[in-house]
Structures are given as C-alpha cells and as structure tokens.
T-cell receptor, first 113, second 116 residues
Framework: KNQVEQSPQSLIILEGKNCTLQ??????????LRWYKQDTGRGPVSLTI?????NTKSNGRYTATLDADTKQSSLHITASQLSDSASYIC????????????FGTGTSLTVIP | EAGVAQSPRYKIIEKRQSVAFWCNPI?????LYWYQQILGQGPKLLIQ????????DSQLPKDRFSAERLKGVDSTLKIQPAKLEDSAVYLC??????????????FGSGTQLSVL
C-alpha cells in the first residue's frame, strides 16, 4: 500500500534553533519527493522537489535529503524564524500514467520567540 | 505570474444545503486537481482533470460531489447535499502537464467549508 508517514506530528522550537522533520514512504514506483510549506489558511507552497538520483537539495535555510534505498527523506530548517511556523507536508509521486501524488499528514511546526 | 485563484475563501452552510466552489488555474496549465483537506490531515485527491477530461475521480463521492471543467480552464466543484463530514478546506491545484520529475504543482489558497 502506498503510504507517506511524517514525524513528528507537531514540534515547538525556539527562534534561531535548527530542526529536522522526517518523512518515510512506501510509495512505488517512485518518481519524486516534494516538501511543501502550508501556512495557516493558505494553500501549500513548494519548497523542494527531489528525484531518485538526488541526495540533497537546498532552498535557502531549508535543506532536504533523500535516501531512496531506505525510502526516507528529511527536511532540515536552519536558524528558524517565526515565519517558519507552518505545516510541512511531504508528497511523493509515482511514475504511472497521469500524475499521482501521495500526501503525508504533515508536521506542524511552531517557532516561539 | 498570477497564481491559482479560488473562491469563495470561506463558506458556512447547513447540512443538506448545496455549495459550489470555483477555481481558475494558472494560465496554460493543462492539469487541474481538486483536493479535500480535513483539519490535521494531508490533502486527499478528489478529482484530476487533463484539459477538460477527467483523469482520476476514483475518490470523489459521486452521490453528492460533482466537478466540471467545461472549456479546459476554469473548474467548479459542487456538493449537493452537504453533510457534516464535508467540513474541510477544498484546495485547487494546477500544473503544466502530468508527469515530469520537476513538474511543479501550484495550489490555490483554498475554500474553507463549514457545514453546520
């Protein structure tokens, strides 16, 4: 069964600290993995897209890693800011006809001053 | 470029009433998706259009939900009659075309539906 699981479910950190969010998936055949940031009351916004051959990709203070062998990904946020408070969703897509996306339930991050 | 536009932003209705949501995707995007996002969960695909044809509607509750994209651009999603469990955020997303490792999926801000 194709599934995407994220941990932790929620996280509270102090401003300026680093944190790492986890994503494990059983989706097959794997095409790519995406991390989205969803602010409260807004639609998700893409942070990174990683294909099978990519191990790491950065977007500013966000760095995503992918281990296709263990089917795990992580999103590392460096020097967190209050504006990083949001839900972070891991999305895995498959290489079938059409376009199928499998969504995790997200990690709710709260950055406090 | 303009993003995915959705309206209304919020809607409150009573159970058994009808409601419709509208989505205008990014210009030129052939693929359009409607997702249902219940509080605390990830988005669940309801229906996917490629131009004006349906690619996947396997998770659409067809007894009460309907969607159309008549001219391959704008789309509407309708619920008739609504149930309490339909309370959720309804997200519209679009992309240039299906497939592609770097294909970006753009989301609208969603319509938050509350069924009382």
């Amino acid at each position: 069964k194709n599934q995407v699981e994220q941990s932790p479910q929620s996280l509270i950190i102090l401003e300026g600290k680093n944190c790492t969010l986890q994503c494990n998936y059983t989706v097959s055949p794997f095409s790519n993995l995406r991390w989205y940031k969803q602010d409260t009351g807004r639609g998700p916004v893409s942070l990174t897209i990683m294909t099978f051959s990519e191990n790491t990709k950065s977007n500013g203070r966000y760095t995503a890693t992918l281990d296709a062998d263990t089917k795990q990904s992580s999103l590392h946020i460096t020097a967190s800011q209050l504006s990083d408070s949001a839900s972070y969703i891991c999305v895995v897509s498959v290489t079938n006809t059409g376009n199928q996306f499998y969504f995790g339930t997200g990690t709710s991050l709260t950055v406090i001053p | 470029e303009a993003g995915v536009a959705q309206s209304p932003r919020y809607k409150i209705i009573e159970k058994r009433q009808s409601v419709a949501f509208w989505c205008n995707p990014i210009s030129g995007h052939a693929t359009l998706y409607w997702y249902q996002q219940i509080l605390g969960q990830g988005p669940k695909l309801l229906i996917q259009f490629q131009n004006n044809g349906v690619v996947d509607d396997s998770q659409l509750p067809k007894d009460r939900f309907s969607a159309e994209r008549l001219k391959g651009v704008d789309s509407t999603l309708k619920i008739q009659p609504a149930k309490l469990e339909d309370s959720a955020v309804y997200l519209c997303a679009s992309s240039l075309a299906p497939g592609g490792d770097s294909e970006k999926l753009f989301f609208g801000s969603g319509t938050q539906l509350s069924v009382l």
